[in-house]
């Protein structure tokens, strides 16, 4: 740790060098976060180690303590060297770093203009979608966000944590059931999946098997002191980081390992790609009828809608572009981080906190957030592109194994691919 932490001061102190400063809202997160991970006198990591096997405590006493080392020392030198840096710094990166950054989370050379439109289509589409799929909710319902709060309450739910786990464990097996030999072929290694309470977090994810599957794939939910969990959030999200989202995706390339380099296999995944992947499983679900509840369809145009307006607010406040005129709010003036807040909290029913997180997110990871929607539809717009190329030889379960197999594409490659499986 303190060789990685010293590499990490180095190529911020070559950032400075090279006038590209860090934002100071994003230290100013990273130094709270520090204090967390050193806590009151180290007691963060070596909590990690008390219930180490004697042999080794020695050992693991003093790995401790240098964690805990290397972290005080580089808060000490973030706050005291680098903050004063960068504290007429803005936290907005402008149009030239945020498309090299794009690159790097999409492996396309982005438009932004375009990307920055195509956002906005899709947010007036998917609106307009919401609002009548809320009227089979709660006809009364003002916006499509009251109708989920009222499903939220009154809706279909399951209690407790452990129960949540062995809910969704169900519903990952279930859908393996119903999708295995008929929309994809899946080898027993990837039929196993397991549902997991996570440790911390606010958000649920994934982690990928051993090169083994010796340890499976595994979808992670954080309970954050919860004990009652609505089912119509729960399913297009378990479609996305579970089965046929991220489980299929990641499984299979390590089950197809051998046939890739290392790279490809670790370092070489691209962001877009697979969350793209992710978020098509998700509206290919919907597309097989599986989500023919009012809710949980409401629930996924609902997500749908969240990555769209990734793409706005990704995209407006890096490049401080102006709101259109048909916007339903802010028409005119140019994305600020404030306003951006006030965007998303009124369209997506998310807590004040979480979209504060949001806004935070985006900022420290220019260009992330925008691979979401823009990787779907480079899928979408390969299948269809495979499609009227095979015309009615077209069989939808082979062409997603062959896509299933393709090593991790960058989007300017990963279309073109796709259209000739």
Do not use: C
Not at 191 to 215: H, K, M, N, Q
């Amino acid at each position: 740790m303190p060789a990685a932490l010293r590499g990490y001061r180095t190529a911020l102190a070559e950032g400075l060098s090279r006038g590209l400063p860090g934002q100071p809202a994003q230290l100013e997160e990273l130094l709270t976060q520090l204090q967390t991970w050193i806590g009151q006198n180290g007691s963060w990591f070596q909590a990690h180690v008390e219930e180490g096997p004697p042999i080794l405590r020695a050992h693991l006493d003093q790995a401790a303590q240098v964690a805990t080392t290397a972290l005080l020392e580089l808060r000490d030198w973030l706050r005291d060297s680098y903050a004063p840096a960068i504290v007429n710094a803005s936290d907005v990166i402008g149009r030239d770093r945020y498309v090299h950054m794009a690159r790097f989370f999409t492996g396309a050379n982005i438009d932004v203009d375009e990307a920055y439109a195509y956002g906005w289509s899709e947010f007036h589409r998917l609106l307009d979608e919401m609002r009548e799929q809320s009227q089979q909710i709660l006809p009364e319902a003002e916006t499509p966000w009251d109708a989920l709060g009222w499903a939220d309450e009154h809706g279909e739910a399951v209690f407790g944590a452990e129960q949540t786990r062995r809910w969704l464990q169900q519903l990952m097996d279930t859908t393996i059931e119903e999708l295995d030999g008929i929309h994809f072929e899946l080898p027993e290694q990837i039929r196993r999946v397991e549902s997991e309470i996570a440790p911390g977090g606010t958000a649920p994810y994934y982690t990928p098997p051993s090169a083994d599957f010796e340890r499976p794939g595994r979808t992670w939910l954080p309970v954050m002191g919860r004990t009652r969990f609505p089912v119509h959030s729960l399913v297009s999200t378990w479609y996305h980081e579970g089965v046929p989202g991220h489980h299929l995706q990641m499984a299979q390339l390590v089950y197809t390992a051998a046939h890739h380099s290392r790279y490809q296999t670790t370092l070489g995944k691209i962001s877009a790609n697979s969350e793209g992947w992710a978020l098509y499983a998700e509206r290919l679900m919907d597309e097989l009828g599986f989500l023919s509840d009012p809710a949980r369809r409401l629930s996924y145009l609902n997500a749908q809608m969240l990555r769209s307006m990734r793409v706005i607010i990704d995209i407006g406040i890096h490049l401080e572009l102006p709101i259109p005129s048909d916007s339903p709010i802010h028409p005119g003036k140019r994305w600020t981080p404030s306003l951006a807040q006030s965007f998303l909290a009124s369209h997506s029913g998310l807590s004040q906190g979480f979209v504060k997180n949001e806004i935070r997110r985006y900022q420290g990871m220019p260009g992330q957030a925008i691979g979401y929607k823009l990787g779907e539809r480079s899928w979408l717009a390969g299948r269809e592109a495979a499609k009227q190329r095979h015309g009615s030889q077209f069989e939808l379960r082979r062409w997603h194994m062959a896509a299933l197999a393709q090593p991790p594409l960058g989007l300017d490659d990963l279309t073109a691919e796709l259209s000739q499986l």
